[in-house]
Nanobody, 121 residues
Framework: QVPLVESGGGLVQAGDFLRLSCAASGRIFSSSVMGWFRQAPGKEREFVAAIRWGTRSTYYLDPVKGRFTISRDGATAVALQMNDLRPEDTAVYYC???????????????WGQGTQVTVSS
C-alpha cells in the first residue's frame, strides 16, 4: 500500500476557499480510483468526490457539486479545490485509494491520516 498524506486544511469563514492535497509516496496506477471522504463529529464517514486516475472521470456528492473540484496534481498527488465553503462542510477530510469506483468507504484500501477543515459562519 502506498502511504497517503493529506494537507491544506484550516479554519476559514463561510464563502472562503481551501485547496486540499493528498500526496502518495509512490506511483498511483492508472487503474486506481482516488477518493476524498469527510467525517464530521458524531457522523458517519461520507463520500465527497472521486477521480479515476487513468481516465480522469470525476464523481461528486450532490451538495458539493459546482463548489468542489477533484483533480490530479501531478503523477503522485490528488487535489480537492473547495470553493464557497459552508459551515456544514466542517469535517476531517481523508483521501483514500481504491481499485474500483465506489462511494463506500469500505471499498477503499488505504487511507491518509486526515486534515481538519473548519468553516465558521
Amino acid at each position: 500500500q502506498v502511504p497517503l498524506v493529506e494537507s491544506g486544511g484550516g479554519l476559514v469563514q463561510a464563502g472562503d476557499f481551501l485547496r486540499l492535497s493528498c500526496a502518495a509516496s509512490g506511483r498511483i496506477f492508472s487503474s486506481s480510483v482516488m477518493g476524498w471522504f469527510r467525517q464530521a463529529p458524531g457522523k458517519e464517514r461520507e463520500f465527497v468526490a472521486a477521480i479515476r486516475w487513468g481516465t480522469r472521470s470525476t464523481y461528486y456528492l450532490d451538495p458539493v457539486k459546482g463548489r468542489f473540484t477533484i483533480s490530479r496534481d501531478g503523477a503522485t498527488a490528488v487535489a480537492l479545490q473547495m470553493n464557497d465553503l459552508r459551515p456544514e462542510d466542517t469535517a476531517v477530510y481523508y483521501c483514500a485509494r481504491s481499485t474500483q469506483y465506489s462511494r463506500q468507504a469500505s471499498d477503499y484500501t488505504n487511507w491518509g491520516q486526515g486534515t481538519q477543515v473548519t468553516v465558521s459562519s
